[in-house]
C-alpha cells in the first residue's frame, strides 16, 4: 500500500537503514523484490558501511542472497571495516550462503582494515567445512594479517584443521609450527631439540606458572617441593593429591607434560628475548591470544548492538502499526453502524419514501457503498 501510494524505497532512519535492508536482514525475500521493482538500492550502505547483501548473509538467508546477486548486487563491495558479505557469511558460520558467495565471484582473500581475509577468519573460528570450501576456491590461509598472524598461526594446534590445509598443498613444518599459546620455548633456534632431560629446561617452576598464568598454585608446588625437574614426571593423581583439582588448570599443566614426555618440546608461553637468559615476562603469545579474544568480543558486541538496534525500530514499527490498526478499527465500526442503521431506517421506510423505485435504488447505493468498502479495506 505504502508503495503503491508512492512510498519512497530509498528513506532510512537514523541508522540509515533503508527498507531493503530490513527485508534483506530478515530474510523476507518476497518484499525485497517488490521493494527492488520499486526502485530500492542494492548498493545503498547504511551508518556502518553494510549493504543488504550484507545482512542477509550475516543471518543465512540464502535465497535472499539469489535475489540480491540476480539483481546485480556487488558481491565484493566493503563495509566501513573493509569486511565484505563473504566476511560476514564466514564469521557467522553460514557454510552455504559461503559457496554460493563464492560460485559467483566473492573474494576469498579480500583483506579488512585489520588485515584479515574470509580465509583467516574461517581459520580463526576453526570451522572445518567452510575451511574446506574456501581452500576449494583459491583460499590463501599464508597471508598474514596486522599482527603478522597466518593462517596457520590462527589454527593452532588442531590436527583436524591443518589437516586440511595439508590436502590443499600448505606445507605446515611441525617444528616451527605455531601452537595453540603461540610460541615454544627457545623459538628463536631453528631446530628445537628433541631431548627429553628436564635439566636442559632452563626456566623456573616460578616462572612457568606465572608464563601460563597459574601462578596462584605456585603455594601447592613449593608445599611439595615441586621444581622442574620433578614437574615433568607428575600423573594427574598427583596434581589432585597437590591441591590441583580444577578441570582447566590441571588440564592445562598435564598437557605440558605429556607433550614434553611424548616430543621433547616444552610447549608454553615465554618471551626469550635475548641470549642472555633473560626470561623478561613480556608474553607476546598471551598479548596475541587476548587480542584476537578481544576482536571476536568487539565483534559479538557489535553485532549484539545491531541486533538492539533492529529490536527497538521493529518494536517501533510495531507499535506504529497497532495504532493504525486500532484507529481504523474503531472508525470501521462506527462507519458499519451508521450504514445499518441507515439501512434499517429505509427498510422500515423511516424516512417517508413512498416511491418504491426510489427506496430500491437507495438501498442499492447503500449495499454498493458496502462492498465497495469492504473490497477497499481487503487491499490493505
Known amino acids: 500500500m505504502l508503495l503503491k501510494n508512492k512510498a519512497n524505497s530509498n528513506a532510512t532512519n537514523g541508522t540509515k537503514w533503508t527498507p531493503l535492508m530490513y527485508a534483506a536482514y530478515l530474510g523476507h525475500t518476497s518484499i525485497c523484490e517488490l521493494l527492488i521493482k520499486k526502485g530500492a538500492g542494492l548498493n545503498n550502505q547504511n551508518q556502518k558501511g553494510q549493504t543488504a547483501l550484507m545482512l542477509a548473509a550475516t543471518c543465512g538467508h540464502d535465497q535472499t542472497v539469489k535475489l540480491l546477486i540476480k539483481e546485480n548486487a556487488e558481491v565484493n563491495k566493503q563495509d566501513c571495516n573493509g569486511q565484505s558479505a563473504l566476511h560476514y557469511a564466514v564469521s557467522s558460520s553460514q557454510s552455504s550462503t559461503t559457496e554460493y558467495l563464492l560460485s559467483h565471484g566473492a ?56 589437516s586440511i590445509l595439508k590436502q590443499y598443498g600448505i606445507t605446515v613444518n611441525d617444528k616451527k609450527k605455531v601452537s595453540v599459546t603461540n610460541i615454544i620455548v627457545n ?58 583439582k580444577a578441570f582447566g588448570p590441571k588440564k592445562k599443566l598435564l598437557n605440558i607434560i605429556q607433550k614434553y614426555q611424548q616430543t621433547g618440546i616444552f610447549d ?12 623478561n615476562q613480556t ?14 568480543l568487539h565483534e559479538c558486541q557489535r553485532k549484539l548492538q545491531m541486533n538492539e538496534e533492529e529490536i527497538r525500530e521493529q518494536k517501533r514499527i510495531i507499535q506504529d502499526q497497532q495504532i493504525i490498526i486500532s484507529r481504523l478499527s474503531a472508525s470501521n465500526e462506527k462507519f458499519v453502524e451508521k450504514l445499518k442503521l441507515l439501512n434499517y431506517d429505509v427498510s422500515s421506510n423511516f424516512l417517508g419514501l413512498t416511491d418504491v423505485n426510489q427506496k430500491t435504488k437507495l438501498q442499492e447505493r447503500i449495499l454498493d457503498c458496502l462492498k465497495g468498502y469492504y473490497v477497499e479495506n481487503s487491499q490493505i
Open 268 to 279: 608454553i608461553i615465554q618471551d626469550t628475548t635475548d641470549s642472555f637468559g633473560n626470561h
Open 187 to 244: 623459538s628463536r633456534q631453528t631446530e628445537i631439540e628433541q631431548s627429553k632431560q628436564p635439566q636442559n629446561i632452563t626456566i623456573t617452576i616460578s616462572e612457568m606458572l606465572k608464563a601460563i598464568k597459574l601462578e596462584k598454585y605456585l603455594p601447592n608446588f613449593e608445599r611439595n617441593k615441586i621444581d622442574m625437574v620433578n614437574f615433568f614426571k607428575l600423573t594427574d593423581e598427583e596434581l589432585d593429591e597437590m591441591g590441583i
Open 283 to 296: 608474553n607476546e603469545g598471551l598479548a596475541s591470544i587476548n587480542a584476537q579474544m578481544t576482536n571476536k
Open 107 to 162: 573474494n576469498p582473500n579480500m583483506v579488512d582494515l585489520y588485515g584479515m581475509t574470509p580465509t583467516l577468519e574461517a581459520c580463526s573460528n576453526g570451522h572445518e567445512k567452510i575451511l574446506t570450501i574456501l581452500m576449494k576456491n583459491k583460499g590463501n590461509p599464508l597471508i598474514t594479517n596486522k599482527k603478522g598472524e597466518s593462517g596457520i598461526t590462527l589454527i593452532g594446534d588442531s590436527p583436524s584443521l591443518l
